[in-house]
Each structure stands twice: as structure tokens, then as C-alpha cells.
T-cell receptor, first 113, second 115 residues
Framework: NAGVTQTPKFQVLKTGQSMTLQCAQDMNHEYMSWYRQDPGMGLRLIHYSVGAGITDQGEVPNGYNVSRSTTEDFPLRLLSAAPSQTSVYFC????????????FGPGTRLTVT | AQSVTQPDIHITVSEGASLELRCNYSYGATPYLFWYVQSPGQGLQLLLKYFSGDTLVQGIKGFEAEFKRSQSSFNLRKPSVHWSDAAEYFCAVGAREAAGNKLTFGGGTRVLVKP
């Protein structure tokens, strides 16, 4: 199993550009989520999904869109990038139920100039 | 709402010395508690987790953590640190309600290991 994969690893955008961060998992996990990591703030939840066709907002959803058309994929879209979105983004997945741990992808480092 | 505080932003420890990382949480009931480690440029790896039962939890890489309900703490310890333990460590709390899927993370503690 590849686990949780993310592409790209690095990305530089100009303000106002749009892009999609890709996330895929091959563990048949129902739950997937996106976090952003900023220095001193730990990881903050952006959006999450409890299954295909179901998404919900996390702690910091503004400026980001998600969709979940399949169990495997959970892309994160930035519609109009802003410098405040410069961050490292992590995708995670887990089995249904609180008892299961989250598995994290390797991250995407995004810089918005 | 749940929250997690890691009071130490940086800790420097000599190789072979003991290590303790502090974690305090706020949650209305007994939470699920996790410690993750992030090596430079890597994703997060689970070190250990507490759900119920024995309050002293053993994890991977020789780490352990103790849940203290009275102090709302879940401190991470290692008796003898190796140079490879240099990393950032995150404490997280998960809710026990029906979905129970969301994690709230502390700000992290960066550990530097001196030779």
C-alpha cells in the first residue's frame, strides 16, 4: 500500500492564481481531511469528509474548496490564492470511528507571492 | 471546544539524557489523546495514543506517555534520547462523540539533540 499520497510536493503561485492540491489514499478509509501547518500553530483543520459525497468545514475553511467524488481522492482547491495561504498542507485519512488513528501524507509546501 | 497547549516551543537535550514534553488539554470529558512526531520535511507519524484503561501508554521508538486526568495532562517521555529523536512533536486531542474524527493539535515542541 502506498498509504496517503499528495501531489505536488512544492508549488509556487502568484496572488490570484488557482490550483488544486491532490490527495489519494489506498486504504479504503472513509474519513479524509486537510490540514494546514503554520509555525507555532500546529495543524489546523481546513475541511474534512466522512465519505464519498460528504464534506464539511473545519476550523479554517475560508479560501478553500473540497469535493469527494470517490473514496480514494480528496482534492483541495484554492480558487484565488493569497499570501496568507502560504503554508504546508497535509492530507490525512482514517477508518470510521474515533478510535482509529489518522495517517498523514508527506505534505505540500505552498508559497504564494 | 477542545484545545491543546504545548508550553515548550523548543527543548534542547543532550544525547543519552531523558526527555519530557508537556501537553495540557481542555475537553469536557475523557478525550482520545495522541502524540505525533514530524521529522524534518516529513509528514506526521503516530507515536502513541490513549483511549482508555492503563494511564501509562507505551509507544514506538521507546516513547511513553502518562494520562493524568486530575491535571488534564498527557506528557510524553523517553528515558534516553538518541540523535534521531530530533524532530517536532505534536500532542493532539480527539473527541469521543459520534463522528469523533476531528483532531485538535497543539502548537508543537521542537526537540534539538546535542551530541
Amino acid at each position: 500500500n502506498a498509504g496517503v499520497t499528495q501531489t505536488p510536493k512544492f508549488q509556487v503561485l502568484k496572488t490570484g492564481q488557482s490550483m488544486t492540491l491532490q490527495c489519494a489514499q489506498d486504504m479504503n478509509h472513509e474519513y479524509m481531511s486537510w490540514y494546514r501547518q503554520d509555525p507555532g500553530m500546529g495543524l489546523r483543520l481546513i475541511h474534512y469528509s466522512v465519505g464519498a459525497g460528504i464534506t464539511d468545514q473545519g476550523e479554517v475553511p475560508n479560501g478553500y474548496n473540497v469535493s469527494r467524488s470517490t473514496t480514494e481522492d480528496f482534492p483541495l482547491r484554492l480558487l484565488s490564492a493569497a499570501p496568507s495561504q502560504t503554508s504546508v498542507y497535509f492530507c490525512a485519512s482514517k477508518g470510521a470511528g474515533a478510535i482509529y488513528e489518522q495517517y498523514f501524507g508527506p505534505g505540500t509546501r505552498l508559497t504564494v507571492t | 471546544a477542545q484545545s491543546v497547549t504545548q508550553p515548550d516551543i523548543h527543548i534542547t537535550v543532550s544525547e543519552g539524557a531523558s526527555l519530557e514534553l508537556r501537553c495540557n488539554y481542555s475537553y469536557g470529558a475523557t478525550p482520545y489523546l495522541f502524540w505525533y512526531v514530524q521529522s524534518p520535511g516529513q509528514g506526521l507519524q503516530l507515536l502513541l495514543k490513549y483511549f482508555s484503561g492503563d494511564t501509562l501508554v507505551q509507544g514506538i521508538k521507546g516513547f511513553e506517555a502518562e494520562f493524568k486526568r486530575s491535571q488534564s495532562s498527557f506528557n510524553l517521555r523517553k528515558p534516553s534520547v538518541h540523535w534521531s529523536d530530533a524532530a517536532e512533536y505534536f500532542c493532539a486531542v480527539g473527541a469521543r462523540e459520534a463522528a469523533g474524527n476531528k483532531l485538535t493539535f497543539g502548537g508543537g515542541t521542537r526537540v534539538l539533540v546535542k551530541p
